[in-house]
């Protein structure tokens, strides 16, 4: 196995131990740091605590999370005022639910449109698609997928539906290929 990481020039004592291999497993996960200024985006969810954890998450990961909403028409506004390059949108919602609220984002703002639902049925992930979403995420994905992903749909258009894959550990983003 070859380690990877900056060799202390500092002799360590023999009873000493290493710390080199967490150090370099920490590295590892962290993630690649994006190049430019960071994608901002809109966070559409009903659930305040939903909306908090993914603001967290995405700000952790570079993102500037430039506002917030709980249902299609405040995401419509929100959007519009902030011209964000993502809106990361749930799909069910009270009042405006999100397939009724994507084209309404596109005729009003650049952003490409990333569903973010739990509602993981192939004829959601169709009706979002061909209502004009570029990209569909199914909740329970970790932060660090979600972000590799928006950075995906952001530099490359539309790529394949993300799902909770697998269901006991993190997926790499070379899954995503294909």
């Known amino acids: 196995m070859r380690l990877?990481?900056?060799?202390?020039?500092?002799?360590?004592?023999?009873?000493?131990?290493?710390s080199a291999p967490v150090e370099e497993a920490a590295?590892?996960?962290e993630p690649a740091a994006p190049t430019g200024p960071p994608l901002r985006v809109v966070v559409v969810d009903d659930t305040e605590d939903i909306r908090a954890l993914m603001r967290l998450g995405l700000e952790h990961h570079g993102f500037d999370v430039v506002g917030e909403a709980a249902d299609g028409h405040e995401a419509v506004a929100v959007a519009v005022r902030e011209q964000p390059?993502?809106?990361?949108l749930d799909l069910h919602m009270p009042e405006l639910g999100g397939l009724e609220t994507i084209p309404l984002?596109?005729?009003?703002?650049?952003?490409?449109?990333?569903?973010?639902?739990?509602?993981?049925?192939?004829?959601?992930?169709?009706?979002a698609l061909d209502a004009g979403?570029?990209?569909y995420i199914v909740k329970g994905v970790s932060p660090a997928s979600i972000a590799e992903?928006?950075?995906?749909v952001a530099r490359a258009g539309a790529v394949r539906p993300v799902a909770p894959y697998p269901f006991q550990g993190e997926y790499h983003?070379?899954?995503?290929?294909g």
């Open 149 to 152: 992903h928006l950075r995906r």
């Open 105 to 127: 984002l596109l005729a009003e703002c650049r952003a490409k449109v990333v569903v973010y639902s739990a509602i993981s049925a192939t004829y959601m992930t169709s009706a």
């Open 27 to 29: 590295a590892e996960q």
């Open 173 to 177: 983003p070379s899954d995503m290929t």
């Open 4 to 18: 990877l990481g900056k060799r202390s020039s500092r002799t360590r004592t023999p009873d000493e131990p290493s």
């Open 85 to 88: 390059d993502l809106v990361l």
């Open 133 to 135: 979403a570029t990209a």
